[in-house]
């Protein structure tokens, strides 16, 4: 059985603001994902915080408004890419209202 990716968003607020997921899986095992808290500026998106597996373990980004990393973290269990898949989405649908504020601070020094 091929590999299958999956694709979606989650909106927060009215302004727009969502959470992208995406994620592949090959059966019931993550084997590659990404979860990224974007807020909507002038119509344009702006990625704020990223979870994802790259470099072959999973942590959290903290972006700078030019989009690069300007804090990065390992998770908790960061070979576990199905926990750590369900702790990012919940971590950005809790708290983006908090990520969201810090971002538009950095923007305005």
Wanted: glycine share 6%; charged share 30%.
């Amino acid at each position: 059985m091929p590999p299958i990716e999956r694709d979606h968003r989650i909106t927060l607020n009215d302004f727009g603001d969502y959470v992208r997921v995406n994620f592949t899986k090959n059966g019931p095992t993550i084997i590659w994902f990404m979860v990224q808290f974007e807020v909507m500026l002038d119509g344009e998106p702006k990625p704020v915080v990223r979870y994802d597996s790259a470099h072959g373990f999973a942590h959290r980004d903290t972006l700078g408004w030019d989009g690069e990393t300007i804090n990065w973290q390992e998770m908790h269990n960061p070979n576990d890419y199905r926990a750590a898949l369900t702790d990012a989405i919940n971590d950005l649908t809790e708290n983006w209202e908090r990520y969201r504020s810090e971002f538009l601070r950095r923007g305005s020094k």
